[in-house]
């Protein structure tokens, strides 16, 4: 079964940074656009960044642009979120998510596959 799987959370300071990634089980990642997403507990799922499907586009949140950064090495199958100067409200459950499309979105209705997600949280 074709399968996003998220790794790279954990506990970070503020101001400090992390790594996300988003491993695809198949080749199934690399003509379609892919983004990042998260859900902080009592909130609604945000859309943090995207990525088109050769990587030449990027979209990002307000929130996030400039802190973070999303790649993909679609020869690994691999999705990526570079997370720099995190803050308390970075806190939350990050999910990688495959768009039905090539071009970028932040529209969650757009991605037909996600991954389980892995947890940041941002605390000194």
């Known amino acids: 079964q074709v399968q996003l799987v998220e790794s790279g959370g954990g506990l970070a300071q503020p101001g400090g940074s992390l790594r996300l990634s988003c491993a695809a089980s198949?080749?199934?990642?690399?003509?379609?656009?892919m983004g990042w997403f998260r859900q902080a507990p009592g909130k609604e799922r945000e859309f943090v960044a995207a990525i088109s499907w050769s990587g030449g586009a990027t979209l990002y949140a307000s929130v996030v642009k400039g802190r973070f950064t999303i790649s993909r090495d679609n020869a690994k199958n691999t999705l990526y979120l570079q997370m720099n100067s995190l803050k308390p409200e970075d806190t939350a459950l990050y999910y990688c998510?495959?768009?039905?499309?090539?071009?970028?979105?932040?529209?969650?209705?757009?991605?037909?596959?996600w991954g389980q997600g892995t947890q940041v949280t941002v605390s000194s």
């Open positions: 198949g080749p199934i990642i690399s003509n379609y656009a």
């Open positions: 998510a495959k768009s039905r499309r090539l071009t970028t979105s932040p529209e969650g209705y757009e991605y037909d596959l």
